[in-house]
């Protein structure tokens, strides 16, 4: 058994490798589903399916959520106006999918 181990069963709490190890999982987690996501809009426009504006609209929207964390953590005036135009873009897409898609 190593040190680790001995440590971690004596402990309840998450340490710091813990948290890295929770927070690159999510990070892998996002980036596949912005990837898969970006996929599945160049289908949908290829195929000719409307679907296309709804997948943009949630590109543009996790760009502005990841844009609001950054600003969160930096707090750089850039990241918030940035986002909060992206944001923007993505709720417009996002209500012209539900009306027209």
């Known amino acids: 058994m190593s040190l680790y181990n001995e440590k971690k069963t004596k402990c309840p709490y998450k340490d ?3 948290q890295d190890i ?3 999982s999510e990070s892998h987690a996002l980036a596949f589903v912005v990837a898969a996501t970006q996929v599945l809009t160049i ?3 290829f195929k000719g399916n409307a679907a ?3 997948s943009l609209a949630l590109l543009f929207i996790g760009a502005a959520a990841q844009l609001f964390y950054k600003y969160h953590k930096y707090e ?7 986002g909060i135009v992206v944001g ?3 709720i417009a897409l996002m209500i012209w999918f539900a009306i027209m898609g």
């Open 22 to 24: 929770q927070i690159k």
């Open 43 to 45: 289908i949908c426009l």
């Open 76 to 82: 750089e005036k850039p990241y918030m106006q940035i």
């Open 88 to 90: 923007i873009i993505g």
């Open 52 to 54: 296309w504006i709804g």
């Open 16 to 18: 710091e490798r813990d």
